[in-house]
Structures are given as structure tokens and as C-alpha cells.
Antibody, heavy 119, light 112 residues
Framework: EVQLVESGGGLVQPGGSLRLSCAGS????????MHWVRQGPGKGLEWVAD????????FYAASVKGRFIISRDNAKNSLYLQMNSLRAEDTAVYYC????????????WGQGTLVTVSS | QSALTQPASVSGSPGQSITISCTGT?????????VSWYQQHPGKAPKLMIY???NRPSGVSNRFSGSKSGNTASLTISGLQSEDDADYYC????????????FGTGTKVTVL
């Protein structure tokens, strides 16, 4: 069974840092592009970043570029999101998602992890 | 990158058909056949309903169909059922200003 399990969310002060993790199982992790998508409280979905199968390329939304870093460790079947210089507007549920068709279409999502940026 | 434009809400009675629009630009929806649609129930992760404009993943009901004309993509739900009551989001690849993806503003579908 395909599973994606996020962890690492929590309460952090503005300007602080947090590292999210996403553990994949039930599939060959190294063969898929992976994405991070977030959803603010009561808001819509926002694409955050994605990373190529071998980690050699990554892309970011303008709202997080220069502050967030996406990475992966295929040996550990894990995806990461290092979040720095956090702002109140980064408060959201963060989902990791598997790109099933190579076109940004994600058929499998994690349950999400909540990040709250507040003093 | 601005969000793609969707109607805030659409409603219909059981058995009816409804269509949700998703309007972008030539740099996203109009320029690529990489439009997907997601259904999201409250408190749940999104579920992929359509990928690459008009393709249905295995297990998704054939009551869901997608299309595109110019800079506007559409999701049609036929034979509306109570379980279709949910939020729906479109998503497109975009080349501007950098290769990335952009979601739509979201549409609340209400089954009357």
C-alpha cells in the first residue's frame, strides 16, 4: 500500500526555522518527482516546491524562494522541506505529494502536517 | 504567479450536471496540456480526479470529465451525487516567471 507520512510540524516564532519530513513507503520512491503543497487555515491549495527523482533539480513558488529548501534522500525514501525565515503567512497544513504522471498531477498525498508561525 | 480563476461556488440538484471553469493565461492553462483537477472534502487531503486536461485516474468515476479551450479548462460532473459535495481545485503547470505549478482559487460544489 502506498503511504506518505509527514512529520515535523509545530509552533514556531516568526523568523524561526523548521524542517518537515515525508516518509514514503509501498512504492519505488526514487522514480517519482515529489511535491510540497500547503493550505492555509480556511484557504485554498498553494503549490510550494518540487524536486526531480534524483534530486538534481528543484523548483519553488515565488512566495518561498530563497527561504525554503526542498531535498530528498532516496536511500531513506524520504522527502524534506527546510523552512527558514518563517512568516505568519507560512502558517498552513503542509502536504507532500507524489507526481504520478510527470505533469504535476499527484495521485497520492500524505495526511499533512500543521505549521503555525506565531509569537 | 497569480492563482487561476475559478468560480467561488457552483450548485446543482442530484442527477444534474455542473461545470466548473478554470481560467488562466497562455503561460499556464493555455500553453500546456498539464491541467489537473482535485476534489477535497473537509479535513481531508486532496484527491486527484483529472490529469493532463482530460484523463481520469484509475478508480475515478466516469461522471467526471475534463476539457480545455484556449486559456480556460473545465471540469464537468454529470449525474451529480451527494458525495460530490466538496471543494474542487484546478492546477496547471506554468512557465512564468519560472517553471512551477499554480492552483486555482477553488470552487465549493453544493449538492442541493
Amino acid at each position: 500500500e502506498v503511504q506518505l507520512v509527514e512529520s515535523g510540524g509545530g509552533l514556531v516564532q516568526p523568523g524561526g526555522s523548521l524542517r518537515l519530513s515525508c516518509a514514503g513507503s509501498g512504492f519505488t520512491f526514487s522514480t517519482f518527482w515529489m511535491h510540497w503543497v500547503r493550505q492555509g487555515p480556511g484557504k485554498g491549495l498553494e503549490w510550494v516546491a518540487d524536486i526531480r527523482q534524483d534530486g538534481s533539480a528543484s523548483f519553488y513558488a515565488a512566495s518561498v524562494k530563497g527561504r525554503f529548501i526542498i531535498s530528498r534522500d532516496n536511500a531513506k525514501n524520504s522527502l524534506y522541506l527546510q523552512m527558514n525565515s518563517l512568516r505568519a503567512e507560512d502558517t498552513a497544513v503542509y502536504y507532500c505529494a507524489r507526481d504520478d504522471y510527470g505533469s504535476g498531477s499527484s495521485g497520492f498525498w500524505g495526511q499533512g502536517t500543521l505549521v503555525t508561525v506565531s509569537s | 504567479q497569480s492563482a487561476l480563476t475559478q468560480p467561488a461556488s457552483v450548485s446543482g440538484s442530484p442527477g444534474q450536471s455542473i461545470t466548473i471553469s478554470c481560467t488562466g493565461t497562455s503561460s499556464d492553462v493555455g500553453g500546456y496540456n498539464y491541467v489537473s483537477w482535485y476534489q477535497q472534502h473537509p479535513g481531508k487531503a486532496p484527491k486527484l480526479m483529472i490529469y493532463d486536461v482530460s484523463n481520469r485516474p484509475s478508480g475515478v468515476s466516469n461522471r467526471f470529465s475534463g476539457s480545455k479551450s484556449g486559456n480556460t479548462a473545465s471540469l464537468t460532473i454529470s449525474g451529480l451525487q451527494s458525495e460530490d459535495d466538496a471543494d474542487y481545485y484546478c492546477c496547471s503547470y506554468t512557465s512564468s516567471p519560472t517553471p512551477s505549478y499554480v492552483f486555482g482559487t477553488g470552487t465549493k460544489v453544493t449538492v442541493l
